[in-house]
């Protein structure tokens, strides 16, 4: 079973920026795709940045690229989101998901294993 704990969250103002991690237990992170999700409230959760099991794909919702960068340390079972430029519309709480397979997907339903969430406030 894979634990996943999520860090890094808190209140910036708008054009800050912020540094997600989620340390994942179990030896089969290298072997999993990574995401992170975020939902704001009255919103569906949505797939903001996604990277495969080897780092080499990485996917950018369009509301977050050429801002937001996802990457993996495997030796460290931990992923990472770095959040720059940020915009009170990034407000949400940021979940960290885990899928069994090498790549990415789209749907939440594809992640098995799932963070508890940090909230990220962006003050304007």
């Known amino acids: 079973q894979v634990q996943l704990v999520e860090s890094g969250g808190g209140l910036v103002q708008a054009g800050g920026s912020l540094r997600l991690s989620c340390a994942a237990s179990g030896r089969t992170f290298s072997t999993y795709a990574m995401g992170w999700f975020r939902q704001a409230p009255g919103k569906e959760r949505e797939r903001a940045a996604a990277i495969s099991w080897s780092g080499g794909d990485t996917y950018y919702a369009d509301s977050v690229k050429g801002r937001f960068t996802i990457s993996r340390d495997n030796a460290k079972n931990t992923v990472y989101l770095q959040m720059n430029s940020l915009k009170p519309e990034d407000t949400a709480v940021y979940y960290c998901?885990?899928?069994?397979?090498?790549?990415?997907?789209?749907?939440?339903?594809?992640?098995?294993?799932w963070g508890q969430g940090t909230q990220v406030t962006v003050s304007s």
């Open positions: 998901a885990a899928r069994e397979s090498l790549y990415s997907s789209p749907s939440y339903y594809d992640y098995a294993h």
